[in-house]
């Protein structure tokens, strides 16, 4: 079964702190993992779009990684803002179909 | 372009009313997705329909729940009869085509009392 595991569930930092988070999944055969911010209130807003090739990829102060290999894939930010404060769901792509799995998501408050 | 428009914004209805939720995709856009997310389950894909037809249904809940979309511009997500386990955000979603990326409406929130 498809199935996308985020981590960890909720994470509090401070303003201008890194953080990382954490994707796994077991999904076949794969196609795209994608990164989404939704803020409260809103429909999701896509972030990045990953493919098997790719390692790394930047969107301002975001960068996701993947590692096909180990079927994990980790969102960075860097210098958080308040307005970074949203939930980060990872979603996986699967087949010819494309067909989606997604994880529940991981909130996240910046404190000032 | 004002992106992928649902509405009502929000909705609160009886058990056993009939429920419509609309959405207007993006102009030039070939799919469009209908999901529900609540905090139990999170982001669930309905249906979704690529030029107009309807190809996976198979996360549509139970005979309850019906879609369509009558043109590229207009679908409809239809609840009869509603029951309280409905409650959750819909949202819809249209892309360029299944494997780019989506672009999601603001939802509709429902309520069944």
């Known amino acids: 079964k498809n199935q996308v595991e985020q981590s960890p569930q909720s994470l509090i930092i401070l303003e201008g702190k890194n953080c990382t988070l954490q994707c796994n999944y077991t999904v076949s055969p794969f196609s795209n993992l994608r990164w989404y911010k939704q803020d409260t209130g809103r429909g999701p807003v896509s972030l990045t779009i990953?493919?098997?090739?790719?390692n790394t990829k930047s969107n301002g102060r975001y960068t996701a990684t993947l590692d096909a290999d180990t079927k994990q894939s980790s969102l960075h930010i860097t210098a958080s803002q308040l307005s970074d404060s949203a939930s980060y769901i990872c979603v996986v792509s699967a087949g010819a179909n494309s067909k989606l799995t997604f994880g529940k998501g991981i909130t996240l408050s910046v404190r000032p | 372009d004002a992106g992928v428009i649902q509405s009502p914004r929000h909705e609160v209805t009886e058990m056993g009313q009939e429920v419509t939720l609309r959405c207007k995709p993006i102009s030039g856009h070939n799919s469009l997705f209908w999901y529900r997310q609540t905090m139990m389950r999170g982001l669930e894909l309905l249906i979704y329909f690529n030029n107009n037809v309807p190809i996976d249904d198979s996360g549509m809940p139970e005979d309850r729940f019906s879609a369509k979309m009558p043109n590229a511009s207009f679908s409809t997500l239809k609840i009869q009869p509603s029951e309280p386990r409905d409650s959750a955000v819909y949202f819809c979603?249209?892309?360029?085509?299944?494997?780019?990326?989506?672009?999601f409406g603001s939802g509709t929130r429902l309520t069944v009392v």
């Open positions: 979603a249209s892309s360029l085509a299944l494997s780019y990326g989506y672009t």
């Open positions: 990953m493919t098997f090739s790719e």
